[in-house]
C-alpha cells in the first residue's frame, strides 16, 4: 500500500508516511481494546464484540522529523468474519495479531493467521505476535496460559515482532506500534510521497481520487 | 405494518359508510354497541387498559377483508418495481434480488395476526391521490367530521351511563369535584412512578444482570425467583431443542424451562397442529415457529398475540441478518443438532437490545414505522439533491440520521427500504453499543432481510459528533444518543469501502458549506416538540400520530408528563392496548375511546393514519376529541416537515 504525502508541505527533511495495519486474532482476546488503547489512550472495562470491522487511524512521531500514520483495520474475530478477513489484510503493510495469554487455544488460532498472512499476504509484510491481557496475569499469576518464552521463540522462529501487552494498563501497547513504524520502511514510502507531493499545489481532487486518503487534520495533529 | 390499500378519499367511511353515516353509527352504537354495524365506537370504563382487549373481541362483527401485507417506505407505490425478480434490472448486485416472496416470509408487519392471512393481491395507496386529497379543504372536513360530529353531540345522559359508575356517581357532588380538582395536577403516570408500586419496582428491576450461578448450586432458588420475576422473557432454540439465545438467565439457569417449553412445542407438532399462543396465570406466552428456529415470548406486559408475534418475528430477523436464510439453512441440513450459538457468537448483544426495547416498549416496534427529524421542507429538498450529488456508483441506500431520526435517505427507485431492516440497522447503531464504542468508521457485512434473504450488503458506518466539529475532524469521543448524527452508505459491493468513505466525506463538506449541516444540528438538539407546543391548551399529555402511506409516525416529548422508564412504559402499554383494539383481526373499530383511571385515550384509523392519543383522567372526551383534531389539523400543515416524503430517489 502506498504511502501518502504529507497534506501540507512539512519541514524540509521531513518524513511522513502512511501504512496500512491490520489486526487479526480469536475473538476476545483484546484487538479493538489494543486500538482503543493505542488510538484513543483509553480502555473499557466491558466491551461488546466488534461487528464487521472498525476503521481508525493513529498517528505517532518517531523522531523529530518522521512522522508515521497508520490506517488500522480492526476486525471482528468471529468465524463468520474469516472469509472478509483478506479484504483487509491484502495491501496491508502491516499486522498484528493478537492472542490471549491466558488461553493457549488463542495461541493456535494466532499461528494460524500468521500462517495464512505469510501465504497469502503482502509479501514485505511486517507482523506482530501480541500477547494481550498481561495485566491478568500480573494480578494472578497462575492464570498464565502461554508461557513468555514459548511464544517468543515462535515469534522468533516465524520472523515476528513480539510483545507482551495489557491494553488495561497501557503496557508495551505504544512500544508494539512504534516498534512497527519502525521495521516500516519509511524511506521507501516517504521517497513516493516527496514525489507525489510536487503536485500536490493542484491536488485538491487528489484526495477524493486516492481512496483511502486520510483528511488534512489528522496529518498535522501529530 | 401494511398500510391499508385505499386510495379512497373519504377515509373515515372506509367501511363503506359516508362521513356523515359513520357519525351517525357512533351516535348510534354507543348507547348499543352491539348494533347491526359493529362497533364503530368501544367506549368502556375499565381500570385496567389492556383488559379492554377482550370488550371488542366479544362483539364479533363480520371480518374485514385481509389487511394488504405489502410494505414499502418512503413513497415507492409501484407495486411491480418492488418486486424484483430479474437479475438484470440490477447487474452489479452481488446478492439475488429479492422477490416478493421473500419479502413476506421475513414480514414482521402484521399485527393483525398471524396465518397467511395476506392477501398477495393487496390493494396499494397511491401516495399522489391520497395526498392531493389531503391538502384539499372538503375532503379535510370529511376526514374529521365523524370524529368531530360525535364529540360534542352525545355527552349526555346515555354517555354518562355508559362512562360508568365514576362519573355517575361522583360527577355532580362538590366532593367529588374538589378531589378531581386535585386529580388533574396529580399526574398518575408520575404517581405510580414515585410510590411503591408492584409494576414499578419490577419494572426498574427488569433489565437488571444476574448474579453468577454457584457452582454448588447455594443461590439457584434466588437467582430462578429472580428470574421468574422477570416481566418478559424471550427463547430462541432450534426446532431440536438447543438453546440458541434467551434474554435472561445462563443455560445452566434456563435449561429446564427450554426443555418444558421445547416439550410443549413438540407435543402439538406431533399432532400437525402448531401451538400459537397459549396463557398460565397472568403470563402470555407466543410460539413463532420458523423453519429450523422456534421463538418463544413470555409476557406480563400484556401486549397482544400480535404484537408479541411481531417482537419474535423481528428477533427471527436480526437472525437472518447476521447469518441469511440459506446459510442458517444449510447448516440445520448438515446438521440437525447444530449449535446455533456459536455462528451467531457476539450478536447477542443485537439480540438483546432489540429484547429490550420490546420490553420499554418503542412507538417504533409497535407501529411498525419509523420517525423523522422535522425539518423544513426547503432544507430537507436541499439535503437530497446533495445526497443525490454525491452519490458514488456502487451506492445502494443512503441514510443520514440524527438523534434517532431519519433525516433523509437516498435510494434506488426500484428498492425502498423495508421499516424491519431499518429497525434493525437502527437497533445495531443506536441501541447496541459496540459499533458506536469503536469510535471509528465501521463496515460491516449484514443481510437485510426485508430486501434479500439471501445475501449479504455491506454497511459503512460514521457517526459525527453534533458538537460542531469540521469535516476534516473524525469525532473522537461518542456522543449521547440524543445528539449523534450518523452517515449510513449501504452497498452491494464487498470493496466498497474507500468508495463510500469519500461519498462520506463528499457528503460532509457539501451539507457543511450549504448549510444543511447546522440545520441538522439545530433540529437535533431542539427535540420532539411538547405536546402544548403543538396544541396550545391542550387537554392532550401525548400522542402518537402515524402516516400509513408514509409507513413513519410523529408525535411530540414524553416530557413533561411521562418521565422515566416506568411512566413511559405505561403510556406504551396503553398505546399497545389501543393498537391492539383497533387491530385484531374481528375488529372493526374506527374510533377507540377508553376511559381508565389514570387516563382517558382515544385510538382513531382511517385508510391515512393511525392516531393515539392520552389525556389525564379526568379531561372530558370533548376535550379529547377537540384535541385529536387540532392533532391532525397539525399534521396536515406539518405534513411534509414531519414525514419524508419520496426522499432522494434515483
Given at each position: 500500500m502506498a504511502a501518502r504525502p504529507p497534506q501540507q508541505g512539512g519541514r524540509p527533511g521531513a518524513r511522513f508516511a502512511q501504512f496500512k495495519l491490520v489486526l487479526l486474532g480469536e475473538s476476545a482476546v483484546g484487538k479493538s481494546s489494543l486500538v482503543l488503547r493505542f488510538v484513543?489512550?483509553?480502555?473499557?472495562?466491558?466491551?461488546?464484540?466488534?461487528?464487521?470491522?472498525?476503521?481508525?487511524?493513529?498517528?505517532i512521531a518517531l523522531d523529530e522529523s518522521t512522522t508515521v500514520k497508520f490506517e488500522i483495520w480492526d476486525t471482528a474475530g468471529q468465524e463468520r468474519y474469516k472469509s472478509l478477513a483478506p479484504m483487509y489484510y491484502r495491501n496491508a503493510n502491516c499486522a498484528v495479531v493478537v492472542y490471549d495469554i491466558t488461553q493457549a487455544s488463542s495461541l493456535d488460532k494466532a499461528k494460524a493467521w500468521v500462517k495464512e498472512l505469510q501465504r497469502q499476504a503482502n509479501e514485505n509484510i511486517i507482523i506482530a505476535l501480541a500477547g494481550n491481557k498481561l495485566d491478568l496475569v500480573t494480578e494472578q499469576p497462575d492464570k498464565r496460559a502461554v508461557q513468555t518464552s514459548d511464544a517468543e521463540a515462535y515469534a522468533q522462529e516465524a520472523g515476528l515482532l513480539f510483545f507482551e501487552t495489557s491494553a488495561k494498563t497501557a503496557e508495551n501497547v505504544k512500544e508494539l506500534f512504534t516498534a512497527i513504524a519502525k521495521k516500516l520502511p519509511i524511506e521507501q514510502a516517504s521517497q513516493r510521497g516527496m514525489r507525489a507531493g510536487t503536485r500536490q499545489g493542484v491536488q485538491l481532487g487528489g484526495r477524493s481520487e486516492a481512496p483511502g486518503t486520510q483528511t488534512g487534520a489528522g496529518a498535522c495533529n501529530c | 405494518m401494511p398500510h391499508d390499500g385505499n386510495a379512497q378519499p373519504d377515509s373515515t367511511g372506509a367501511v363503506g359508510s359516508t362521513p356523515e353515516n359513520a357519525a351517525a353509527e357512533i351516535t348510534n352504537a354507543l348507547p348499543k354497541p352491539g348494533a347491526e354495524h359493529g362497533p364503530l365506537v368501544n367506549v368502556r370504563d375499565d381500570n385496567d387498559a389492556n383488559n379492554g382487549l377482550d370488550v371488542s373481541r366479544e362483539l364479533t362483527p363480520p371480518p374485514l377483508p385481509p389487511r394488504p401485507g405489502q410494505?414499502?417506505?418512503?413513497g415507492d407505490r409501484d407495486h411491480g418495481s418492488l418486486q424484483i425478480r430479474k437479475k438484470?434490472?440490477?447487474?452489479?448486485?452481488?446478492?439475488?434480488?429479492?422477490?416478493?416472496?421473500?419479502?413476506?416470509?421475513?414480514?414482521?408487519?402484521?399485527?393483525?395476526?398471524?396465518?397467511?392471512?395476506?392477501s398477495p393481491g393487496s390493494r396499494v395507496l397511491s401516495r399522489k391521490q391520497s395526498y392531493a386529497t389531503l391538502g384539499r379543504k372538503g375532503s379535510d372536513l370529511d376526514d374529521s367530521g365523524s370524529l368531530r360530529s360525535y364529540a360534542p353531540t352525545n355527552f349526555g345522559d346515555e354517555t354518562e351511563s355508559l362512562l360508568g359508575v365514576m362519573n355517575n356517581q361522583h360527577a355532580t357532588t362538590p366532593a367529588w369535584q374538589a378531589l378531581s380538582a386535585q386529580l388533574e395536577r396529580d399526574n398518575p403516570f408520575e404517581r405510580s412512578f414515585h410510590t411503591e408500586d408492584f409494576f414499578a419496582i419490577r419494572m426498574q428491576h427488569e433489565f437488571d444482570e444476574f448474579d453468577e450461578y454457584r457452582k454448588d448450586g447455594a443461590n439457584e432458588e434466588q437467582l430462578l425467583n429472580e428470574w421468574r420475576a422477570r416481566l418478559k422473557h424471550f427463547f430462541i432454540l432450534s426446532s431440536s431443542g438447543k438453546p440458541i439465545w434467551s434474554r435472561h438467565g445462563d443455560d445452566q439457569l434456563i435449561s429446564n424451562y427450554i426443555g418444558v417449553v421445547q416439550t410443549i412445542i413438540s407435543f402439538y407438532q406431533d399432532k400437525d397442529n402448531n401451538l400459537r399462543t397459549f396463557t398460565a396465570g397472568n403470563v402470555r406466552f407466543a410460539i413463532l415457529m420458523k423453519g429450523n428456529l422456534n421463538l418463544v415470548a413470555i409476557s406480563k406486559l400484556g401486549e397482544s398475540d400480535g404484537q408479541l408475534r411481531t417482537q419474535l418475528e423481528s428477533l427471527y430477523m436480526q437472525i437472518l441478518s447476521t447469518l441469511t436464510l440459506p446459510s442458517m439453512q444449510k447448516m440445520f441440513s448438515n446438521r440437525p443438532s447444530t449449535d446455533l450459538r456459536r455462528p451467531l457468537q457476539g450478536t447477542e448483544v443485537l439480540l438483546d437490545a432489540l429484547a429490550d426495547g420490546f420490553t420499554r416498549g418503542s412507538p417504533s416496534t409497535l407501529l411498525s414505522a419509523l420517525e423523522c427529524l422535522k425539518l423544513r421542507k426547503s432544507h430537507r429538498t436541499v439535503i437530497n439533491n446533495t445526497l443525490l450529488k454525491t452519490r458514488s456508483p456502487n451506492l445502494l441506500y443512503g441514510l443520514l440520521v440524527g438523534g434517532g431520526r431519519l433525516v433523509s435517505v437516498v435510494r434506488p427507485k426500484k428498492h425502498s427500504l423495508h421499516p424491519g431492516d431499518l429497525h434493525l440497522i437502527f437497533n445495531m447503531l443506536f441501541e447496541a453499543g459496540s459499533v458506536k464504542a469503536g469510535g471509528g468508521e465501521n463496515w460491516i457485512p449484514l443481510c437485510l432481510p426485508g430486501f434479500n434473504n439471501t445475501g449479504y450488503l455491506y454497511m459503512y458506518v460514521s457517526f459525527l459528533s453534533s458538537s460542531g466539529e469540521t469535516a476534516e475532524e473524525r469525532p473522537t469521543t461518542p456522543a449521547g444518543k440524543e445528539d449523534e448524527l450518523a452517515v449510513i452508505l449501504i452497498s452491494a459491493n464487498k470493496e466498497g469501502f474507500y468508495e463510500l468513505r469519500q461519498m462520506r466525506d463528499d457528503l460532509v463538506e457539501q451539507l457543511q458549506r450549504n448549510g444543511s449541516m447546522a440545520v441538522i444540528r439545530a433540529a437535533v438538539r431542539r427535540g420532539?416538540?411538547?405536546?402544548?407546543?403543538?396544541?396550545?391548551?391542550?387537554?392532550?399529555?401525548?400522542?402518537?400520530?402515524?402516516?400509513?402511506?408514509?409507513?413513519?409516525?410523529?408525535?411530540?416529548?414524553?416530557?413533561?408528563?411521562?418521565?422515566?422508564?416506568?411512566?413511559?412504559?405505561?403510556?406504551?402499554?396503553?398505546?399497545?392496548?389501543?393498537?391492539?383494539?383497533?387491530?385484531?383481526?374481528?375488529?372493526?373499530?374506527?374510533?377507540?375511546?377508553?376511559?381508565?383511571?389514570?387516563?382517558?385515550?382515544?385510538?382513531?384509523e382511517?385508510?391515512?393514519?393511525?392516531?393515539?392519543?392520552?389525556?389525564?383522567?379526568?379531561?372530558?372526551?370533548d376535550a379529547l376529541a377537540q384535541g385529536a383534531n387540532k392533532v391532525i389539523r397539525w399534521i396536515r400543515r406539518e405534513e411534509e416537515r414531519v414525514f419524508i416524503i419520496g426522499g432522494a430517489v434515483f
Open positions: 484513543k489512550d483509553q480502555f473499557d472495562d466491558y466491551r461488546e464484540s466488534t461487528i464487521g470491522a472498525a476503521f481508525l487511524t493513529q498517528t | 410494505l414499502d417506505l418512503l438484470a434490472s440490477r447487474p452489479q448486485l452481488q446478492t439475488r434480488p429479492t422477490t416478493a416472496l421473500s419479502r413476506a416470509d421475513v414480514h414482521t408487519q402484521n399485527h393483525r395476526d398471524i396465518s397467511g392471512s395476506r420532539h416538540p411538547s405536546v402544548q407546543e403543538i396544541v396550545p391548551g391542550t387537554v392532550l399529555r401525548h400522542f402518537i400520530y402515524k402516516s400509513r402511506g408514509n409507513v413513519q409516525f410523529t408525535m411530540p416529548s414524553f416530557e413533561p408528563h411521562f418521565h422515566g422508564l416506568v411512566a413511559r412504559r405505561r403510556l406504551l402499554s396503553l398505546y399497545h392496548a389501543l393498537h391492539a383494539s383497533i387491530h385484531t383481526r374481528t375488529a372493526h373499530l374506527k374510533i377507540q375511546h377508553c376511559v381508565s383511571h389514570d387516563a382517558i385515550s382515544l385510538a382513531w382511517t385508510p391515512l393514519f393511525e392516531l393515539y392519543c392520552v389525556a389525564g383522567p379526568n379531561a372530558s372526551r
